[in-house]
């Protein structure tokens, strides 16, 4: 199993932003699908962005479009997201996942690999 890293959560104010990096301790090479999820509190887990690795493809669920990038650094085998103009709505703890091919690499029971997560808190 891939062990994946998080790091970069935190507290900020509405309408400010931050980047989550996501570090693989091996490589992700032959990984066709990166995503990110996020599990606010008292909620179940929802994707939020994925990444198709063999084109560089990227998808966004509705509620970040626009708002939030996902990127991926082949050489240091980090995958990032670039969040901003973040509201109390992406309160979340957030989770970075390596898997086999989905739809808009969405469906998370394709993802076999999981980080432990980061913690994202906006205050309005």
């Known amino acids: 199993q891939r062990q994946l890293m998080e790091s970069g959560g935190g507290s900020v104010q509405r309408g400010q932003s931050l980047r989550l990096s996501c570090a693989a301790a091996e490589g992700t090479a032959h990984v066709r699908c990166m995503a990110w999820f996020r599990q606010p509190p008292g909620a179940e887990r929802e994707w939020v962005a994925g990444?198709?690795?063999?084109?560089?493809?990227?998808y966004y669920s509705d509620s970040v479009k626009g708002r939030f990038t996902i990127a991926r650094d082949r050489t240091k085998n980090i995958l990032s997201l670039q969040m901003s103009d973040l509201g109390p709505a992406d309160t979340a703890r957030y989770y970075c996942?390596?898997?086999?091919?989905?739809?808009?690499?969405?469906?998370?029971?394709?993802?076999?690999?999981w980080g432990q997560g980061t913690e994202v808190t906006v205050s309005a």
């Open positions: 996942a390596a898997g086999r091919p989905s739809p808009s690499c969405s469906h998370e029971d394709r993802f076999g690999d």
């Open positions: 990444l198709w690795t063999p084109d560089g493809t990227k």
